[in-house]
């Protein structure tokens, strides 16, 4: 059985002690807005994620996900927004740019019509300007709906060769609050 715990010297603790100071200082923002909002999120201890429940069937999530680079590694900022309950299925995405609007991944007529929804809902437009995104993901069906947001900010990026420290870009407090809006009206229509 292998041992969790690292020797205090060694290389791997010290650079898992490097990076959950990182995740730490990126989770700090969204963890104050959820704190600002009226939720009590829960902050895992190594600073993976932070869970907040929202009512009785809706779960709030901020943690990270890596995607590994020729060069290094990205660690993005990903929150997660859950609601259960049966829907009808749909997969929408959102299309960024000058005309940025929700689209439908699959060929379902309820895929359009949500996206129709949320392309009309004149509340999203000023939430997705500032939220300072680069990914929406919404999917919803027999376990109800599920909403990812990607900020461009929250990234801790690794470099290793050259051998070069990682380096954060921080959420800022405005940027924070606009993603857990964003997330939870998502999540509400």
């Not at 890596?66 to 927004?81: E, K």
């Not at 005309?99 to 129709?116: E, I, N, P, Q, W």
Request: net charge positive.
């Amino acid at each position: 059985m292998r041992s969790e715990r690292l020797a205090p010297l060694s290389l791997r603790h010290r650079v898992s002690l490097l990076y959950e100071g990182r995740r730490s200082a990126v989770l700090a923002e969204p963890v104050d807005a959820m704190r600002r909002a009226g939720l009590h999120p829960a902050v895992e201890p190594r600073s993976r994620y932070a869970r907040s429940l929202l009512g009785d069937d809706t779960t709030v999530e901020v943690g990270f996900a890596s995607s590994v680079r020729i060069f290094g590694a990205l660690i993005d900022t990903l929150w997660t927004g859950k609601r259960e309950g049966a829907l009808p299925p749909a997969v929408l995405a959102y299309r960024f740019g000058r005309g940025g609007r929700f689209v439908a991944k699959t060929s379902s007529r309820r895929g359009g019509d949500l996206a129709d929804a949320l392309n009309d809902d004149p509340a999203l437009r000023p939430l997705l300007a500032r939220a300072e995104l680069k990914n929406i993901h919404l999917a919803q069906g027999l376990q109800g709906r599920s909403v990812q947001l990607q900020p461009l900010a929250g990234t801790i990026t690794a470099l290793y060769f050259p051998p070069l420290p990682p380096y954060t870009v921080l959420i800022r407090p405005d940027e924070a609050d606009a993603q857990l809006a964003l997330l939870t009206r998502l999540l509400a229509g």
